[in-house]
């Protein structure tokens, strides 16, 4: 069965690059982050990618996310965050001819803007998974730290936080006004993030321009999103000529619905410095038979890189591959290039 859902992905795949009029991303390992299991149906060809906590359509054409995708509760929101890490990382999962590279952004003068916002995320894990390259598109600075963190995100996990129930928020951009780096990653010309409750059957989207000028504009309507997108976001909403975004009165309903918890197929370790712990770590849960392979990506310290790859070849039977890669220089962010990043793939 396993072989013949490749095959047809495989078909589908191919079959959306030849210029068919949709493709449909398959999701397998993380269908619960979609509303009734539907993931939306886009012209654009790409590559779907599971995260524990949000979702990915990627453009490998375009080397950034087509849409994300995630599952929101109050007490996800409302639980205790960890401390944003900044530690930016490439996709493993990606074939190297189709990831954007941390060297892609130096010298841009844009963000790595993120499509799932790290302050989303609840867990450590969660945190570092939001930083993969996957989930980032060239974003504006000012348009970034500026209206898009303030009157977008912002608004969303407020809205998030007197919800009833389960929201869900797809994110992502579309056009194109040139590229950036070695590998030609698309800036887009606009950003739009889609807000849909389901206990309601309300939706809403905001519509931004790619610009660090771009003015916060009202909401538009779940179809006005849909016609601008070209996406269908297989939403059960009725048709309305305006987007409404509801006040909420801030109560908090007694019975929460609790939160699930998805387990994703990859996460990054990260090394500043030799750590035995870290490394023994891994080494145990390779002998649980929990792991299937191990990337190490590294800038300047190749010593250290080959150092973690080599005990774990000589105390494993994992596969490790290693690989060079140079974080960008960003104005107000401290990078470590002596960092060793192991991506571990799970089974």
């Not at 069965?1 to 795949?13: D, E, I, N, P, Y």
């Not at 959306?16 to 509303?35: I, N, R």
């Not at 869900?168 to 950003?191: A, D, E, N, W």
């Not at 909401?219 to 997108?229: C, D, G, N, Q």
């Amino acid at each position: 069965m396993k072989t013949v859902r490749t095959l047809f992905a495989s078909w589908v795949f191919l079959f959306a690059l030849l210029g068919s009029s949709k493709a449909f991303a398959l999701f397998e390992d993380c269908q619960t982050f979609f509303p009734d299991g539907k993931a939306p149906i886009s012209a654009q060809a790409g590559r779907d990618l599971c995260f524990d906590h949000f979702a990915i359509y990627y453009s490998p054409a375009d080397k950034k996310p087509i849409y994300t995708v995630e599952k929101l509760h109050r007490e996800q929101l409302n639980a205790p965050h960890p401390r944003r890490s900044n530690q930016f990382y490439e996709e493993a999962r990606l074939p190297y001819a189709e990831r954007s590279l941390l060297a892609d952004y130096r010298g841009s003068g844009y963000d790595r803007g993120h499509n799932v916002p790290a302050g989303d995320m609840s867990n450590e894990r969660g945190m570092a998974q939001s930083f993969s390259l996957a989930n980032m598109m060239p974003q504006a600075r000012q348009n970034n730290q500026g209206i898009w963190a303030k009157n977008v995100e912002e608004p969303t996990r407020q809205y998030v936080k007197r919800a009833n129930g389960d929201v869900y928020v797809f994110t992502g951009s579309t056009g194109k006004q040139g590229s950036i780096g070695r590998g030609r990653v698309t800036i887009p010309s606009h950003l739009y993030k889609l807000v849909y409750d389901p206990s309601k059957n309300l939706a809403w989207g905001y519509w931004i321009e790619n610009t660090n000028e771009a003015a916060m504009t009202p909401p538009i309507s779940y179809e006005a999103l849909v016609e601008k997108t070209g996406i269908d976001f297989q939403l059960p909403i009725k048709a309305n000529a305006h987007a409404v975004v509801p006040k909420l009165d801030g109560k908090v309903e007694k019975s929460a619905k609790p939160l699930n918890t998805m387990v994703g197929g990859w996460y990054p370790i990260f090394f500043d410095d030799y750590s035995p712990e870290k490394i023994n770590a891994l080494i145990a849960r390779s002998k649980e038979g929990k792991v299937a392979s191990v990337q190490i990506q590294y800038d300047r310290n190749s010593e250290l890189a080959k150092r973690i790859a080599s005990q774990l070849e000589a105390q494993t039977s994992l596969f490790v591959s290693t690989t060079l890669s140079s974080p960008p220089d960003t104005p107000g962010v401290s990078y470590e290039r002596n960092r060793v990043t192991a991506i571990v793939r799970l089974k």
